[in-house]
Structures are given as C-alpha cells and as structure tokens.
C-alpha cells in the first residue's frame, strides 16, 4: 500500500527527472552551438556532434517519461513546464538528426548493393591489414586476392566483384572473375614506402588475382564514363574516360582538376 508520504516521494522524484530532461536539453543546445561555432571556423567538430545527439535524445525520453508518471500515475504536475521545455526544444534537433541517421543508412546500402564502392573501400583496409600482418608488404601480385582470403577467412570471392543488383541486369556488363585490380607495380613492397597517391587498387574486370596497370582501365570503359580508384592512402578518387585522367579537388572542395593517376612507388 502506498502511503501518502512515499507518493509524495514519488512526486518529487519526478519532478527531478523533469528539471534532469531539461538540463540535458540545455547541454544538448549548448553541444549544438559549440558545434556551430568550430564548424563556421573549420575546427574539429565531431566530439560535440556526438554529445549533442545523445543529450538531445536523453532528453526528449527522459521529459516524455516524466509527463506519462505526472499524468497517468501521480496526477500532479510539478515539474511540468521543465518537462514540456526538454520535449519542445529537443524534438526539432532530433527530427533533423534521425533525418540525417536515415539518409546515411540509405547511402551506405545503396553503396553496398549498387554500387563497387563498398567492396573498394573494404579491399584497401584488408591490403593494409595484411601489410601489418606481414611485416609491413603487401602481397604478391599473382596472389592478391588468395593471400587477402587466407589473411582474413570472412572475406568472400563476392568482396572481390561488383554487386549486380537485377534490376541493373544488361546495363552494365561486369566479365571475368574479379572486379578490381592491383597495382602490379606494388608487389611485394612494403607499404610505408609507397607515396600516398600511388594507386593501390582499381576497379577492372578479369580473371582471379587480376593485377596490372594503366593498360587495365580499359576493361572497364564507358563512353564518357568513370571507374573508382584507391590510393595508397586509402583515398578515393574517379578516373574519368573523356579526360584519361583523375579527378580531384583542392582543399576547399570547390575547385576540380584533373591529374594522371601515378602508378609507381
């Protein structure tokens, strides 16, 4: 049986979880402003980004909680308007963040099942698990692909191939075992000798093990079409046909130029 006394208890209980939603409200904007401020001065961000999501998430939970024990159970509403400032301030924040979440989840899918990205990005760290495996060299050309297998048994032959979604049936034409090639011109090497904008791998088609180099790029034409390139430092870039060179931008990402892929150490 509850007594009066512990229901009083409980009430002022709640109302602290009121006063708490709209703190952690108040750090969440806070978070959000101090993330505003570097990002309009180009400094790191990405910690206050973090923190503001999950105090705008805290409370929004926390202020609904609070209103349902104040409403359903008590019947008494001290607290209320702390409640009410948490849920109102935090929904707007949250409606954009889970906004953003959604259309991430969206790219990286679409990156996985569309697109040779995914698969790109995931060879280029197991070369460079590999080469901390081996003493800091990257495997050998003919056997690329068997020594990226043998290093790490998750990975499959479909890592190695374009994704080809049905409904892209007949309009792109993938031949051949494997879908990316490695820069022969690296075999053997180690890793931490070769500049960073060597390519490391790129999108072709071939057989198993496919290595090579600029004579590869063919393999995968189309008119004025492009294929992904990796560099050693794990960057990404489009070799684009009607220019026979890569695309890039400077620092500000605004202005494009085009430049020969290298691919000697």
Not at 53 to 60: D, E, P, Q, V
């Amino acid at each position: 049986m509850v007594t009066a006394q512990n229901r009083e208890h409980n009430i002022k209980k709640t109302s602290y979880f009121a006063v708490a939603s709209a703190v952690c409200a108040l750090i969440a904007l806070t978070s959000a402003g101090l993330f505003a401020l570097l990002l309009f001065v180009g400094a790191d961000c990405g910690l206050f980004v973090i923190v503001s999501a999950m105090f705008f998430k805290l409370a929004f939970w926390v202020g609904i909680l609070s209103l349902v024990a104040m409403t359903i159970w008590h019947k008494r509403y001290k607290g209320f308007l702390y409640a009410v400032v948490a849920i109102i301030c935090s929904l707007p924040p949250l409606y954009f963040i889970y906004g953003i979440e959604s259309a991430a989840v969206k790219r990286y899918e679409r990156k996985k099942e569309w697109t040779g990205l995914y698969n790109l990005e995931l060879l280029g760290k197991e070369l460079r698990k590999y080469a901390e495996a081996h003493g800091g060299c990257l495997p050998v050309a003919d056997q690329w692909c068997d020594s990226l297998i043998e290093n790490n048994p998750e990975l499959t032959k479909d890592n190695f191939r374009h994704p080809q979604p049905e409904i892209l049936a007949g309009m792109f034409e993938f031949k051949g075992a494997c879908q990316f090639a490695f820069n022969r011109n690296l075999s053997g090497l180690r890793l931490g000798d070769v500049r960073y904008d060597v390519v490391l791998i790129f999108e072709a088609d071939g057989e198993w093990n496919l290595n090579g180099t600029g004579e590869l790029l063919k393999t995968r034409y189309r008119e004025k079409g492009c294929i992904a390139i990796l560099f050693a430092d794990q960057t990404i870039a489009d070799y684009w046909y009607y220019m026979k060179a890569v695309r890039k931008f400077d620092k500000s990402g605004k202005i494009m130029y085009y430049v020969q892929p290298r691919w000697e150490p």
